[in-house]
């Protein structure tokens, strides 16, 4: 449901709302799902959203210090404010809200679902928002493959071989303008001549291998 809107709106409360509407029909087991929708827009940072009662994501950010040199610099670990709103699958006329952010270079967003923070260890603990939060102070760190490990080791030490009871999915990307800009920022301009196309096949394939996009994507 969500790629067949998505192809067709941009806008996350419009795909919120079909996607809502749509799993409501006939929803006789009552099952509902939480979501986050976000659009992100590469040049400018700004990111609009939609949540449905998922997770609070986590905004990731270098600060210097005061009297600090320039390369010492600590992290600033933010839980957004967001709205909760309702999952989707429970009332199909409810009203999602809207919002936004801007991001800025350097930061990194760090999204989740709620079987890290109740990940439970064999004393039946849970891991938590807190431990979460200073897990990601104490890595000091903005770098998304860094932190996917570090999170994964500590969740893995504090479970302690305790069962998993739910599933864990992490999203995390760091916003870096500059590193898309040269290539979103490429041009190709051809003559209205067939025989040009090829060209165009040549220029998409070289453009997103190095946006690093798997090849069946780029097919």
């Given at each position: 449901m969500f790629r067949t809107i998505a192809s067709r709106e941009n806008n996350p409360v419009h795909i919120m709302t079909q996607i809502n509407e749509l799993a409501c029909r006939n929803n006789k087991e009552n099952i509902f799902v939480t979501l986050f929708i976000g659009v992100l827009d590469l040049p400018t940072g700004h990111l609009r959203f939609c949540n449905a009662g998922h997770e609070k994501p986590i905004l990731i950010k270098r600060k210097r210090t005061e009297g600090a040199s320039p390369d010492e610099r600590t992290i600033d670990c933010q839980m957004l404010d967001i709205k909760p709103n309702l999952p989707i699958g429970l009332f199909d006329d409810f009203?999602?809200?809207?919002q936004e952010i801007t991001l800025k270079r350097g930061?990194?967003?760090?999204?989740?679902?709620?079987?890290?923070?109740?990940?439970r260890n064999m004393a039946n603990e849970l891991?938590?928002?807190k431990r979460?939060?200073?897990?990601?102070?104490?890595?000091?760190?903005?770098?998304?493959?860094?932190?996917?490990d570090n999170t994964t080791n500590q969740l893995n030490r504090f479970t302690e071989g305790a069962e998993q009871s739910d599933d864990l999915t992490?999203?995390?990307?760091?916003?870096?303008?500059?590193?898309?800009?040269?290539v979103l920022d490429e041009e190709l301009v051809l003559q209205n001549d067939?025989?040009?196309v090829e060209q165009l096949n040549t220029f998409m394939k070289q453009s997103l291998q190095r946006l690093n996009i798997e090849k069946p994507l780029i097919n």
């Open positions: 009203q999602y809200e809207a930061d990194t967003l760090f999204l989740y679902t709620d079987g890290l923070t109740e990940a891991f938590g928002e979460v939060m200073q897990m990601l102070t104490d890595c000091n760190t903005t770098v998304p493959k860094q932190l996917l992490l999203l995390i990307f760091n916003y870096t303008p500059e590193e898309e800009r040269e067939v025989r040009q």
